[in-house]
């Protein structure tokens, strides 16, 4: 695909699955790599541009303007694309002047108030200027925490690495942890904000940043960056070019979003619709008018949460499956189950529970149909009982104990458990019995505090205090309608209202849970409820992996495009380059190429250098990214990102990406940080 038919084709791509954001991206990549505008042989080349570089530093140099510093030479980790003849590559402290500004002290700065940016100002490619601050600055402070239009500032902690060209025609100070940057002989600033923007879409900027959680990126980082840098006027029409191209972006993003709206407020309305129908006719019209629509309804991946969350409440609202008049009704289920509660509670087996608020049931008796009854969870409940405290012991049995690590994907998982010492008494007490429920009472999340998890298996096993077990008399309660009444969107608000935050962590007590009011139908419906809960959520995840699937095909085929537009997918011919040794500096082809390696930053003292095109490499192919790279690996040996990059021919946006994912899932290890990192595989591959 050339960039002519990827022009003809942008908005069509844009509606990929994150399509716009991958245009952003590739837009950028394009633009660093010489292939976004056509080259001109009337502009002078970049070499000439540094050579005048060089020289205005020079001048600088001898008025003391600047100090000498040193910066290394352009190696083979920093050459990350083959660039037109006419550009170089370069390290950004060798082009700029930078450095960070001026430390707030309230006790200690004096002189005249004045206007600073600081690091919630400064966002990407804008600053927002409504709370400006105020700090004493005296005049000798000024020329080196003050900037001025056309210098581009770029955020040291925090979100290291934001950047935005100032374009006020007045001047601002700015605070220490802002960055600075005046670049030499009229370097567009807005093409190194883009290449920055690029960084940052692809992950690449990650190794220039320091620090977990809250980054940073030191005057000594910034200044090792390497910079792919054109002519000066291609400069100006690749700014043009990729403003243009990001004005579209932002034309498509918005009418995708006004699009998803759209189908977000259909979807929504036939929803509730569905769900306040009173009447059966009324009902089977909304829900004929959602089959016929069903494909514009549900056609991504997250219509389908709505869609599960409908299927539960049309379940405990009495709508999802029809009555039958010879089904003992629930007001039946109710006398048998305060009768068993009252026997266990004579014969001592069972503690007498708290008196239970009794439920209006007015309202909801009038959308209820016939034979069902509303009454609080605890009522249907013979005994709620904490989990055990314990962590350890030297003495007793050894019972496995679940925790809150065994329940995975709302079910109880054997892979890992803990076993305990217990005693006869503690184990007869946290015995864990088939049907009964593990109700979540502690989390730091909202979403699981409550959750009911059933027990399906007959186990000898005991569990923590995270957990309350809830026993009901399985002869007249469904365990698994209970789930699914605890998974409605009305059960899960009242218990989410009634959990408590302490120290981070959510908890929720039994009587929280007990006071849940809940629509009980007779146990033959139940049943069938139940049944049907399972076809429709078994359809649901039917539908939800096609959808996915589209969606991945779709991410294919727009990285697909990505790799031809970059020209990545063609083994390197007779006769290319190919890459450097770690390490090696790139020699410069021809004399005119081969600049002093001298510059400078007013404050940092680094130096800077030069190097000439990239080298190429052969693309992974079919097997895919992180194959590919495993491919390259041979056991007991290490490799850096240089040697993998030139093997595999991949985009260092795909390395970032997959290095991070070969290293979470265990096929690679990595020894060293930054430019000195090694990659070897794992003994198991």
């Known amino acids: 695909m050339t960039a002519e038919t990827f022009f003809a084709n942008f908005a069509h791509l844009a509606d990929a699955p994150n399509g716009v954001k991958k245009l952003r991206e590739l837009i950028l990549q394009l633009a660093v790599q010489g292939k976004l505008v056509p080259q001109d042989p009337s502009d002078k080349p970049a070499s000439v541009l540094i050579e005048r570089i060089e020289a205005e530093k020079e001048n600088l140099f001898k008025a003391k303007i600047l100090k000498k510093g040193q910066l290394g030479p352009i190696v083979a980790d920093d050459v990350t694309c083959r660039l037109p003849s006419t550009w170089e590559w370069v390290r950004f402290g060798g082009i700029a002047q930078h450095n960070a500004g001026k430390t707030l002290d309230r006790g200690r700065n004096t002189g005249q108030l004045r206007d600073y940016i600081t690091t919630s100002n400064l966002y990407w490619g804008h600053f927002d200027l409504h709370n400006v601050r105020k700090m004493p600055i005296e005049d000798t402070e000024l020329e080196r925490c003050t900037a001025k239009k056309g210098d581009l500032l770029i955020v040291e902690g925090g979100e290291a690495g934001r950047a935005a060209v100032w374009n006020k025609d007045y001047e601002v100070c700015f605070q220490n942890h802002v960055h600075r940057a005046r670049f030499y002989c009229g370097i567009d600033p807005f ?34 960056i390497a910079i792919p840098l054109p002519p000066l006027e291609e400069q100006k029409r690749i700014v043009a070019k990729v403003d243009q191209l990001m004005a579209l972006c932002d034309e498509l993003e918005a009418r995708r979003q006004k699009q998803q709206k759209g189908r977000v407020r259909l979807n929504n309305a036939a929803i509730d619709a569905l769900l306040t129908a009173r009447e059966p006719d009324e009902f089977a019209g909304h829900w004929q008018r959602i089959r016929t629509n069903f494909d514009l309804l549900y056609d991504h991946p997250e219509t389908i949460a709505k869609l599960r969350a409908a299927i539960l409440q049309l379940a405990v609202q009495g709508k999802l ?31 007498k529970g708290k008196t239970l608020p009794l439920v209006d049931t007015k309202d909801f008796m009038s959308v209820l149909p016939n034979g069902w009854e509303v009454c609080r969870f605890g009522d249907l409940v013979l005994e709620f009982q904490n989990g055990l405290s314990k962590r350890g012991a030297s003495e007793g049995d050894p019972v496995p104990v679940l925790r809150l690590a065994d329940i995975k994907n709302g079910c ?15 184990i007869e007490k946290y015995a864990i019995e088939k049907g009964d429920i593990l109700l979540i009472r ?3 999340s909202a979403d699981l505090v409550g959750k009911f998890i059933p ?69 033959e419906e139940q049943k069938r409820i139940v049944a049907k ?16 699937q589209t969606q991945q095909h779709s991410e294919k085929l727009m990285e697909a495009t990505v790799r031809k537009l970059l020209g990545i997918e063609s083994p390197v011919s007779t006769g290319q380059a190919t890459a450097a040794p770690e390490n090696s500096e790139i020699p410069p082809i021809g004399s005119r190429h081969a600049v002093s390696q001298t510059d400078e ?29 495993l491919n390259q690996m041979q056991p007991c040996a290490d490799y850096s990102r240089a040697d993998l990059l030139a093997a595999t021919g991949i985009s260092p946006a795909e390395w970032t990406l997959a290095i991070r994912q070969l290293k979470e899932q265990g096929q690679v290890v990595q020894t060293g940080e930054k430019r000195g990192a090694r990659y070897q595989i794992t003994n198991t591959q």
């Open 455 to 523: 027990c399906l298996v007959s186990r000898e096993w005991a569990y923590c205090d995270h957990l309350i077990r809830i026993r009901t008399p399985r002869e007249f309660v469904s365990q698994k309608y209970l789930c699914i009444l605890a998974s409605s969107a009305e059960a899960r608000f009242h218990i989410v209202g009634k959990t408590i935050t302490t120290a981070g962590q959510k908890t929720i007590n039994q009587t929280g849970v007990a006071t849940l009011t809940v629509s009980l139908p007779p146990l």
């Open 321 to 351: 499956v029809p009555q039958d008049p010879n089904d003992e009704p629930a007001s039946v289920l109710l006398e048998r189950i305060r009768a068993e509660k009252e026997r266990l509670v004579k014969e001592g087996k069972i503690k």
């Open 442 to 444: 502690v989390n730091g």
């Open 191 to 224: 093409y190194i904000y883009r290449f920055f923007e690029k960084l940052n879409l692809s992950g690449e900027i990650e190794q220039y940043r320091k620090g977990v959680g809250i980054s940073n990126m030191s005057g000594k980082a910034l200044a090792s």
């Open 601 to 629: 930053t007013t404050h940092r003292g680094e130096k800077q250098g030069t190097a000439t095109r990239p080298t190429a490499a052969t693309h992974p192919g079919e097997d895919g990214i992180l194959q590919a790279i």
């Open 412 to 426: 109880l998982s054997e892979d890992d458990l803990r076993v305990i010492p217990l005693t006869p008494k503690e």
């Open 533 to 548: 809960v399972d076809q429709l959520m078994s359809l649901c995840d039917e539908l939800e992996s096609k959808l996915n």
